[in-house]
Every structure is written in C-alpha cells, then in structure tokens.
C-alpha cells in the first residue's frame, strides 16, 4: 500500500457520515442559537415601537397650553424613538452577520454517503448549489 493510500484511507475513515452527521447537527445548533437572539432583538423592537406609540399618545394627549409637561412627553417620546432605532440597528446589524450555509444539509449528507466515489473521481465535479450529488 503506498503511503498516499494510506493516508487516503485514514482520512476517509475519519470523515464519514458519521462526522458529517455530528457537524450537521451544530450547524443547526449554532442557526438555533442565531434565531433565538433574533427573536430576542425582535422582541426587543417590538417593545421599543410599542414604547414609542405609548409616548406619542401620551405627548398628543396632552394640553398644548400646559408647555412644561408637553416639553417632558415630547422629550419623553424623542427618547423612545431613539431606542426604537436603536433595536432597529442591533435587529439589522444581528440580519447581516447572518451568513447562508455553504452546503445545505441535505446535500452534504448526499455527499458524505458518497465520499469514496467523489473522491476517488479522475476529474472535478462541478458544484451547484441547487444540485445534490447523484452517483
């Protein structure tokens, strides 16, 4: 057996559908753990856009005649709608972090089924990303 076989062989031994299998599951760990502080920035927003409302009703409530507590809700309101854009910024910031897979799923499994075939191929298999693997 040649030395390159050999390595071949180890390394073909370690990367089975069994490791695949292990990464698939903390991807989906790790996308989990992005939707759940989405949600959370969501939640976040949501309360600050309510907050917000709250504070306009109350500021357009209020007796135009009465300044100093028309000034108080109007800078009350200013201070929401800063919050409010500031969850806008964390929610969107959070949104463009978020990278898509490199594979999906389904088809790295494709793939870990078939190890030995694509990597014993003479030439190089074109990629899709629409595409699984077929034999």
């Known amino acids: 057996m040649r030395d390159d076989d050999a390595i071949e062989e180890a390394l073909l031994g370690v ?5 695949i299998a292990a ?10 753990r992005r939707d759940q502080a989405r949600d959370a920035l ?16 109350q500021y357009d409530a ?14 009350r309101w200013n201070r929401t709608l800063v919050h409010v854009a500031e969850a806008e910024g964390k929610l969107a910031a959070h949104n463009a972090r ?5 594979v999906a799923p389904p088809s790295l499994g494709v793939l870990a089924s078939n190890l030995r ?9 074109p990629v899709s990303r629409n595409a699984s693997y077929a034999p």
């Open 42 to 57: 969501s939640r976040d927003l949501e309360a600050a856009r309510y907050a917000a409302d709250r504070a306009f009703r």
């Open 117 to 125: 075939t694509v990597w014993s191929a003479p030439t190089p298999m």
């Open 98 to 102: 978020t990278p898509p897979p490199a």
């Open 62 to 75: 209020a007796d135009p005649t009465n300044r100093l507590v028309a000034s108080e809700l109007e800078a």
């Open 23 to 32: 990464t698939i599951a903390a991807a989906n760990k790790v996308g989990e």
């Open 15 to 19: 990367i089975g559908p069994g490791a």
